[in-house]
């Protein structure tokens, strides 16, 4: 089944806390991104990766980092978690740039 | 400044009726825009792409894009208590040599009234 998968789904850490959230996606896309969902605020992109290698910042990058070191993986580091990151994260995979995108099943991270 | 703008709802249609979202954007040169569906507590998934001005119908949906007036809309015909949903609004950026960005509007809350 074509799928993008994420870990875990759930998670509820302290502040600085280094953490990873593993995103994997089983279709071959090129374009992998981070997004962090908020109330009132919408989906905003934390990164993105057109292929391996290749990575660039979003609208809200500060406090994240990611890499992209094989095409199916684009995990999301949090090196020192801090509260404002609380919030509802998801992957997204896409076949080209610029074109639809498929998304995870959502991480919803607490940070006390 | 929002990239992407949606009126936040909620709107509330009874069965059958045709619910009109509306989305517009601020950068002229965008290229794609895309209607997403979210089901409270799910992630969101594609209903429509469009990347040229004029409709575009699947099904229920019509997706309506005027570049001119950076305003991209969804029509959904004969609406259902399934269709009750958070639908966001995504356009892309131009690419740049790394890639290119997304922006989601904040999200139109629709609910159809059996």
């Known amino acids: 089944e074509a799928q993008v998968t994420q870990n875990p789904r759930y998670l509820i850490t302290v502040t600085g806390k280094k953490l990873t959230v593993t995103c994997s996606q089983n279709m071959n896309h090129e374009y992998m991104s981070w997004y962090r969902q908020d109330p009132g605020l919408g989906l905003r992109q934390i990164y993105y990766?057109?292929?391996?290698?290749?990575?660039d910042k979003g609208d809200v990058p500060e406090g994240y980092k990611v890499s992209r070191k094989e095409k199916r993986n684009f995990p999301l580091i949090l090196e020192s978690p801090s509260p404002n990151q609380t919030s509802l994260y998801f992957c997204?995979?896409?076949?080209?740039?610029?074109?639809?995108?498929?998304f995870g099943p959502g991480t919803r991270l607490t940070v006390l | 400044q929002k990239e992407v703008e949606q009126n936040s709802g909620p709107l509330s249609v009874p069965e059958g009726a045709i619910a009109s979202l509306n989305c517009t954007y601020s950068?002229?040169?965008?290229?794609?825009f895309f209607w997403y569906r979210q089901y409270s507590g799910k992630s969101p998934e594609l209903i429509m792409s469009i990347y040229s001005n004029g409709d575009k119908e699947d099904g229920r949906f019509t997706a309506q894009l005027n570049k001119a007036s950076q305003y991209v809309s969804l029509l959904i015909r004969d609406s259902q208590p399934s269709d009750s949903a958070t639908y966001l609004c995504?356009?892309?950026?131009?690419?740049?040599?790394?890639?290119?960005?997304?922006?989601f509007g904040t999200g139109t809350s629709l609910t159809v009234i059996p």
């Open positions: 950068d002229r040169v965008s290229q794609s």
């Open positions: 990766s057109m292929n391996v290698e290749v990575t």
């Open positions: 997204a995979s896409s076949p080209l740039l610029g074109n639809e995108q498929f």
């Open positions: 995504a356009v892309n950026s131009p690419p740049r040599p790394t890639g290119n960005q997304f922006y």
